[in-house]
């Protein structure tokens, strides 16, 4: 890969021995890039590379439900974010759920591509279209479909 990429990290509490397990797994790649976690999520992550010797550069926002969703999402409006992965507890309910829809919905608004299982984030991470320089995304159109 040529660049570096800003990778956005969060998982829900139910999710994240699956998410420090996922990162692990894939430290030969996430190693060359920025790794924006929320807090807790980041902590696990970064404690799990240094037992491993893994060298990453790990940011920590506050944890999810103190803001740090809404802080990656900020990240996301900023164009400052290439992927994310959340790995979402869908099997219980999140007191910040409106934080949890807002990260998701920006990813989408503003064209990020968000994994929300390993399997999605493995295909993702795997890519040739992160190493193709002409590739460019296309920006989403939200004007009304006409028909002739």
Not at 8 to 25: F, I, Q, T
Not at 32 to 58: Q, S
């Amino acid at each position: 890969m040529n660049r570096k990429l800003t990778i956005a990290l969060v998982a829900h509490d139910n999710r994240k021995a699956d998410m420090v397990e996922w990162a692990v797994h894939n430290a030969e790649f996430l190693s060359h890039h920025l790794l924006v976690c929320t807090g807790t999520t980041g902590g696990l992550i970064r404690n799990a590379f240094d037992e491993k010797g893994i060298a990453a550069e790990v940011i920590c926002m506050h944890s999810g439900p103190l803001g740090g969703d809404a802080e990656i999402a900020a990240m996301v409006v900023r164009k400052e974010v290439d992927l994310a992965v959340f790995l979402i507890d869908d099997l219980n309910a999140q007191p910040h759920e409106a934080d949890i829809q807002m990260l998701l919905r920006q990813c989408r608004v503003h064209n990020v591509p968000i994994a929300c299982n390993r399997y999605s984030a493995d295909l993702m991470i795997t890519s040739t279209l992160w190493d193709d320089d002409s590739y460019v995304p296309m920006e989403p159109k939200y004007v009304l479909f006409k028909r002739d």
